[in-house]
């Protein structure tokens, strides 16, 4: 228990940090003194700029890694499988191309985008659900199926963005995975939608915890196995849906956080899950800091960023996996 609060501790920490890092860090600079004692009152302009042009992108970053890091840890559950993230596996590829059937076809509904999105992301797990059974649900089925209804979503996305521009109709990029240019609307949707998913994500740990167990012990407790794994994959595709519609695809966090998160704070999902959702924001939040300052004033995305960590990792865990079941 004291490890586990030193690390909460730790995370926080640099979290705060990080976002006070992040705030005054720019082609506008500002003191950490004049922004954190002016942030709640409009006597500095440079802070109140600052406060429009990165609050917002901070914000997204923050609920976006927390939200996707939750989806991992529970989907990652309810699958029995370390490899699960809804960037890999398809979950988030749909949860888009659904989000840019409606902002571009549908603009003035754009405060709906995060249930769309959900509706596109509960069709990818379904068709992964569907198409991976065979007398149970294996691991590397898992991630190969969803690989494919990843690359059938992405390919979709791209023949509808090729049609638009053929038809003089350019699509909105608000589902790009880049969190630069967001706006105080973003942050409305990615609060109000996000406190939903991460709330209910946190009431769900009881049956994350049991669904460690073997189905039939799960049962003979008194769980409902079925109707928990589809409650859970429920808040985990929503959780993916919502940092997809605000923040674009951004692959492997809810690979990487939980993972980690499990090798200092236990397997024990009271712990894990509020864990994950913190290192979740942070490394989101750290590697858009990263993208947006190293080659200042152009970026590099936090997706791009993501990606050339997640990928090695991900061979790491299936060369890992590979051993385990070779023992």
């Known amino acids: 228990m004291k490890k586990s609060i030193i690390s909460f501790v730790t995370v926080s920490v640099l979290l705060i940090i990080t976002i006070v890092y992040s705030a005054i860090t720019g082609s506008i600079k500002v003191g950490a003194w004049d922004f954190v004692t002016n942030l709640f009152s409009s006597s500095n302009e440079q802070v109140e700029i600052v406060k429009d042009l990165r609050l917002p992108r901070i914000i997204v970053s923050l609920f976006s890694g927390a939200a996707l890091a939750l989806s991992g840890a529970l989907l990652q559950s309810v699958?029995?499988?370390?490899?699960?993230?809804?960037?890999?596996?398809?979950?988030?590829?749909?949860?888009?191309?659904?989000?840019?059937?409606?902002?571009?076809?549908?603009?003035?509904?754009?405060?709906?985008?995060?249930?769309?999105?959900?509706?596109?992301?509960?069709?990818?797990?379904?068709?992964?659900?569907?198409?991976?059974?065979?007398?149970?649900?294996?691991?590397?089925?898992?991630?190969?199926?969803?690989?494919?209804?990843?690359?059938?979503?992405?390919?979709?996305?791209?023949?509808?963005?090729?049609?638009?521009?053929?038809?003089?109709?350019?699509?909105?990029?608000?589902?790009?995975?880049?969190?630069?240019?967001?706006?105080?609307?973003?942050?409305?949707?990615?609060?109000?939608?996000?406190?939903?998913?991460?709330?209910?994500?946190?009431?769900?740990?009881?049956?994350?915890?049991?669904?460690?167990?073997?189905?039939?012990?799960?049962?003979?407790?008194?769980?409902?196995?079925?109707?928990?794994?589809?409650?859970?994959?429920?808040?985990?595709?929503?959780?993916?849906?919502?940092?997809?519609?605000?923040?674009?695809?951004?692959?492997?966090?809810?690979?990487?956080?939980?993972?980690?998160s499990r090798n200092i704070v236990g397997t024990d999902h009271r712990l894990l899950l509020p864990f994950s959702a913190l290192s979740g924001a942070l490394l989101i939040l750290l590697a858009d800091t990263f993208g947006r300052t190293i080659i200042a004033p152009s970026e590099i995305p936090a997706s791009t960023i993501m990606a050339i960590i997640g990928g090695p990792f991900l061979i790491f865990l299936l060369k890992r996996s590979d051993k385990v079941h070779a023992d």
């Open 79 to 260: 699958l029995r499988n370390p490899l699960a993230d809804a960037g890999v596996i398809g979950v988030s590829s749909g949860a888009s191309f659904f989000s840019l059937l409606l902002v571009t076809l549908l603009p003035q509904y754009f405060f709906w985008t995060p249930l769309f999105a959900f509706i596109g992301g509960t069709v990818s797990c379904f068709l992964i659900y569907l198409l991976s059974w065979r007398s149970g649900l294996h691991p590397i089925r898992i991630l190969l199926i969803g690989i494919a209804i990843n690359a059938m979503f992405v390919g979709l996305t791209q023949a509808f963005i090729t049609v638009c521009s053929y038809l003089g109709k350019i699509p909105d990029q608000s589902t790009s995975s880049n969190l630069s240019m967001r706006t105080w609307n973003d942050v409305q949707i990615v609060t109000t939608y996000g406190l939903i998913g991460i709330i209910l994500a946190f009431f769900l740990y009881p049956w994350c915890n049991m669904l460690l167990l073997q189905d039939k012990t799960a049962r003979n407790l008194g769980l409902n196995v079925g109707m928990a794994r589809i409650v859970i994959s429920g808040v985990a595709v929503l959780l993916a849906a919502i940092a997809t519609a605000v923040g674009g695809v951004i692959a492997f966090i809810g690979l990487l956080i939980p993972h980690i």
